[in-house]
Every structure is written in C-alpha cells, then in structure tokens.
C-alpha cells in the first residue's frame, strides 16, 4: 500500500481490532505513585488512542499537595534510607530483564497509546534495556580520585579526595514519542546516582511511564526514591518550583523550558529541546543510499523525532536524482494502523498536531514551495511529504516541524551548504553523506551542532553517547554516564596532617617507647 492510499483506506477497522487493543493494555495498581503507593482516587483523567481515539485507560488528576507530599515522602527517604551502590546497581540489571520479559505488554502499551507502530515500539523496548544496562553498568562513574595537593603551595601537609554524590530529588518530566526509554535515560542514572526522582509522564502516554515504575518497584527500588505523578492544575509548577527538588531533567520545547527556567529559579536545569536537522549530501555522496536514509530519517515515528531529517542540501548536480529516489522511497512506505505489521508510518499525536502540520505546509505551498508527495491530511494522519522550493522563511524551515515533512534544497558551494544549515535557532545534530574523509572532517568541524553523523542522517542515537546540543537544542547532556555526571557532584574530604617536624617526635617516641 503505497502514500496515496487514502487513510480510510490504510486503516479499516473491527471489533476485534479494538477488543485486542484494549485487550494489550495490562491493568495497572493505580494512576499515580506516590508516598510509597499507588493511587486510585480522582483517576478521571482519559488516555486515548491518538488513531480513532478509543478509550484506553484512566490516570490520575493530582494536586499541588500531591506534588508536595510526594517530594516530602522522597526527602524523608533520603535522609534517613539507605540503598548503598551495589544495589542500586542489582535493581536496574534486574530491570533490564525484566523488562525483557514483558517485552510484548510494553510494546503494545506504547504503541497503543503513542504515535509509534507496532514494529517502533519493539525497537523502543529493545533500546530501553540497553538504556538499563547502560544506567546499571555507570556505577563505575562514581569512583573519585586523589587531590594533588602536593602540586599546591596551600595544600602542605594535607591529602585528600574526592568522589561523587546523589544531587538529591530529581524532577524528570518526559514528552510523548519515546514514552519508554526517554523515561529511562532520565530514571536509570538518577537512580544509579543515588538520587530519588520524581517522574512526570507526557499526558499523552502516561500509561507507558506508570508501567515503568512498577517493573522499577519490582525490580528493587525502594518506593521511597520514586513518585509519578501524570497531570492536574498546578501540577508541573509545583514539580519545578518546590525547593526540595534538586535537579530538573527536561524533554520537550524551548517555550515551555522557558517557563521552567524562570519558575525555578537557582537550580540545576538539564534540557532537550529538539532539534531542526539538516542533511548535506555533497557531489560525490551516493544517490541512492542517501536518499534511503533521508526517508528513514526523516519519516519516521510519523515524523515526531527530534533527531528528523527536516532541511536536506543537495549538490545541485545530484539534485534532480536525490529527490527523484527520496519521492519514490517516499511514495512506497505504506502509512495506516498502527498494528499491522506492514505500517511505515502510523498517526500524529492529535488530530491538534496533524492540522498544524497540515497549516505549515499550505503556509509553504502558498509561498511558492512544490509537494512532490504527501500534502493531505485525514484526521490525525498526515501523509508523509517531500517539499521543495521553499523559501527561507517559511515555518517548515525556520522551525522544528515536528511532523512527517522533509525539504529538499540545492547548493552548489558547499560553504553555502554548511552556512544553511547553521541558519537555525536549533543545533541538535545534522548529517553529512560524502566518499571523502577529509572533506567529511571539515564540514563536520564547521556545523554548530551536538553531533554529525557521517554518511547517515540526524537521525542516529546511541543510548551511550553523549546526546544535546547547541543554541535552542538545549542545555547540558544525556547519554548515559554523561546524564550520571550531571546528577551527581563532587564532594571532597580533606585531611590536615601534623607538621613533618611533629611527625618525626612522634615516631621517635613511638620508637622509644617500643624498644
């Protein structure tokens, strides 16, 4: 089934479709942990499938107070609970296998109340164990070392060292495309670090992180280090402005970090804040293979990635066949529900997000841009779409899309190239296809991003890599140890010795009184 079927066409649904739907999604305890149980009152909140909106399950609406007896319930935690290293370590390799385990129920959470198909979904759960194993394996972060006191003229007879400590309570608050293992990058090395943490799951896919804490409950963390709390008035201020939060650990826009950061006030702020990724396909790059990755990169999860292929600058002597097999790459992914296994490309989050998409590309179509493909939109669904000509200052440029859209754009200077590609608020990651190593090197040392990925696209992550960027993409890093070193700080202990003169009387004495 091609792009041009239509999306009534690409989704035709049963009675025994939606039962086994419903079906996939396991009962959980509660719609909120806190204080070290589930929740069920006020679970009036609806999850539906962002598809055709079939009720899925309830979660919690919380309150203000809720937030703060949670944080409190954690701080006592802290204070007066143990979990030494070793367990913490135990837990999340515990987890990890667990999770393997439930694989299948994960799965069909995720893509039951997300975007993602079916096939995306196992991938996710997948890349989440890693990100288990990955957080479980960074105990070996928090070894110390020795001060060189000995190298200073104020460290005369002292020694010392130094090794690293839990911040405290971490607030971590996660968007809805990677419902999953974006959880676990913020929960695994907070939790390894020691720390406790407060978790709030988009609104959109709440039921994907609330399970996530239970396979954590059961894997060994105490109930003390952990709360989830979903949504309700005054939620996410209280979460970030309580004073005995630590640590925020953001995914989501710049706008809304905006607000984060103001309402806070003088505390740690960790943020990803997505990403308007460029693609520089140079004359000697391969046509074919280049274009292959720029559909994957850029259509997949229905375009809600921030590592997607947005802008892609093509040398103007490949131009005409690069976007020839991006069309037809394009033209071949078959879109539609998100639980047949033959699905390329499932919803948009709302039916909110697919307008808005939708009023991007009429905004550019009406600007002078072509659509080779795509265009059309029918509920939530928003056909995958290869623009070009579009100019400079339209949205689907300047901003992060967010959706299943891609512009293609000749350069002839690669200089020129490289100097589009930085024009963006965003500097999360780009990717560069080219048979030269040293040509490869110099791009890559002139673009402003967090990372450039040679002969593939943006759309390249490895769970233990360092993950941010520059300018609008955020602030600080993920990736594993790196999210561990930024929860956690330095703490030295400091040893003033006796005067040497004094050390020497000692041992004579010592020796005196031995002999």
Same mark, same amino acid.
């Given at each position: 089934?091609?792009?041009?079927?239509?999306?009534? /066409? @690409?989704?035709?649904?049963?009675?025994?479709?939606?039962?086994? $739907?419903?079906?996939? !999604?396991?009962?959980?305890?509660?719609?909120?942990?806190?204080?070290?149980?589930?929740?069920?009152?006020?679970?009036?909140?609806?999850?539906?499938?962002?598809?055709? +909106?079939?009720?899925?399950?309830?979660?919690?609406?919380?309150?203000?107070?809720?937030?703060?007896?949670?944080?409190?319930?954690?701080? $006592?935690?802290?204070? &007066?609970?143990?979990?030494?290293?070793?367990?913490?370590?135990?837990?999340?390799?515990?987890?990890?296998?667990?999770?393997? =385990?439930?694989?299948?129920?994960?799965?069909?959470?995720?893509?039951?109340?997300?975007?993602?198909?079916?096939?995306?979904?196992?991938?996710?759960?997948?890349?989440?164990?890693?990100?288990?194993?990955?957080?479980?394996?960074?105990?070996?972060?928090?070894?110390?070392?020795?001060?060189?006191?000995?190298?200073?003229?104020?460290?005369?007879?002292?020694?010392?060292?130094?090794?690293?400590?839990?911040?405290?309570?971490?607030?971590?608050?996660?968007?809805?495309?990677?419902?999953?293992?974006?959880? @676990?990058?913020?929960?695994? *090395? #907070?939790?390894?670090?020691?720390?406790?943490?407060?978790?709030?799951?988009?609104?959109?896919?709440?039921?994907?992180?609330?399970?996530?804490?239970?396979?954590?409950?059961?894997?060994?963390?105490?109930?003390?280090? !952990?709360?989830?709390?979903?949504?309700?008035?005054?939620?996410?201020?209280?979460?970030?402005?309580?004073?005995?939060?630590?640590?925020?650990?953001?995914?989501?826009?710049?706008?809304?970090?905006?607000?984060?950061?103001?309402?806070?006030?003088?505390?740690?702020?960790?943020?990803?804040?997505?990403?308007?990724?460029?693609?520089?396909?140079? @004359?000697?790059?391969? *046509?074919?293979?280049?274009?292959?990755?720029?559909?994957?990169?850029?259509?997949?999860?229905?375009?809600?990635?921030?590592?997607?292929?947005?802008?892609?600058?093509?040398?103007?002597?490949?131009?005409?066949?690069?976007?020839?097999?991006?069309?037809?790459?394009?033209?071949?992914?078959?879109?539609?529900?998100?639980?047949? $296994?033959?699905?390329?490309?499932?919803?948009?989050?709302? /039916?909110?997000?697919?307008?808005?998409? =939708? /009023?991007?590309?009429?905004?550019?179509?009406?600007?002078?841009?072509?659509?080779?493909?795509?265009?059309?939109?029918?509920?939530?669904?928003?056909?995958?779409?290869?623009?070009?000509?579009?100019?400079?200052?339209?949205?689907?440029?300047?901003?992060?899309?967010? +959706?299943?859209?891609?512009?293609?754009?000749?350069? !002839?200077?690669?200089?020129? #190239?490289?100097?589009?590609?930085?024009?963006?608020?965003?500097?999360?990651?780009?990717?560069?296809?080219?048979?030269?190593?040293?040509?490869?090197?110099?791009?890559? &040392?002139?673009?402003?991003?967090?990372?450039?990925?040679?002969?593939?696209?943006? &759309?390249?992550?490895?769970?233990?890599?360092?993950?941010?960027?520059?300018?609008?993409?955020?602030?600080?890093?993920?990736?594993?140890?790196?999210?561990?070193?930024?929860?956690?700080?330095?703490?030295?202990?400091?040893?003033?010795?006796? /005067?040497?003169?004094?050390?020497?009387?000692?041992? @004579?004495?010592? =020796?005196?009184?031995?002999?």
């Amino acid at each position: 089934m091609s792009s041009s079927t239509t999306v009534a /066409e @690409a989704c035709p649904k049963t009675a025994e479709e939606t039962a086994y $739907r419903r079906a996939s !999604i396991a009962a959980l305890p509660g719609g909120a942990f806190l204080e070290g149980r589930w929740e069920r009152a006020e679970m009036i909140l609806e999850v539906r499938d962002p598809e055709d +909106g079939v009720l899925l399950g309830n979660v919690c609406s919380s309150t203000p107070q809720d937030v703060r007896r949670a944080v409190a319930h954690i701080h $006592r935690h802290l204070q &007066d609970g143990e979990w030494p290293l070793r367990a913490r370590r135990e837990a999340l390799e515990r987890a990890a296998v667990l999770l393997a =385990e439930q694989s299948v129920r994960f799965a069909e959470l995720i893509a039951a109340e997300s975007s993602k198909t079916i096939n995306e979904a196992e991938r996710e759960v997948s890349r989440c164990t890693e990100t288990l194993r990955l957080s479980a394996a960074a105990s070996s972060e928090l070894r110390g070392e020795t001060l060189a006191f000995e190298d200073s003229m104020a460290g005369a007879n002292k020694i010392g060292w130094y090794n690293r400590k839990p911040v405290g309570i971490v607030a971590a608050i996660t968007p809805f495309n990677d419902p999953l293992n974006l959880v @676990a990058h913020k929960l695994g *090395p #907070a939790l390894i670090g020691g720390n406790g943490v407060v978790l709030k799951p988009s609104g959109r896919t709440p039921l994907t992180g609330l399970a996530f804490v239970q396979l954590l409950l059961e894997a060994g963390v105490p109930a003390g280090r !952990i709360a989830a709390i979903v949504a309700g008035r005054g939620v996410s201020e209280a979460i970030v402005t309580d004073p005995q939060v630590d640590l925020i650990s953001f995914t989501g826009g710049p706008k809304t970090a905006d607000r984060i950061a103001a309402a806070a006030g003088a505390k740690k702020i960790l943020s990803e804040l997505g990403g308007n990724n460029a693609t520089i396909v140079c @004359a000697d790059a391969e *046509p074919a293979k280049a274009a292959e990755a720029i559909v994957a990169g850029a259509f997949g999860v229905a375009g809600q990635n921030c590592l997607s292929v947005q802008r892609v600058y093509v040398h103007i002597s490949l131009f005409d066949e690069v976007l020839e097999h991006v069309v037809t790459g394009t033209k071949a992914l078959r879109f539609g529900a998100k639980f047949d $296994r033959g699905t390329d490309v499932g919803p948009l989050i709302t /039916e909110a997000e697919a307008r808005r998409v =939708e /009023e991007w590309v009429d905004e550019a179509k009406a600007a002078g841009a072509a659509v080779h493909v795509g265009g059309q939109r029918r509920n939530a669904f928003y056909e995958p779409t290869v623009l070009t000509d579009v100019p400079a200052d339209c949205r689907v440029i300047r901003e992060e899309v967010f +959706g299943p859209v891609v512009s293609l754009m000749p350069f !002839i200077q690669v200089s020129d #190239a490289i100097r589009a590609a930085n024009d963006s608020e965003y500097g999360l990651q780009a990717g560069v296809f080219t048979e030269s190593l040293e040509l490869a090197l110099a791009i890559a &040392d002139k673009l402003h991003v967090g990372a450039v990925v040679i002969n593939e696209t943006s &759309d390249v992550r490895i769970d233990s890599m360092p993950f941010g960027g520059f300018k609008k993409s955020g602030v600080g890093r993920e990736g594993v140890k790196h999210a561990v070193r930024e929860m956690t700080e330095p703490k030295s202990t400091i040893i003033k010795l006796a /005067e040497p003169a004094a050390g020497w009387q000692q041992l @004579a004495a010592a =020796e005196r009184n031995a002999s």
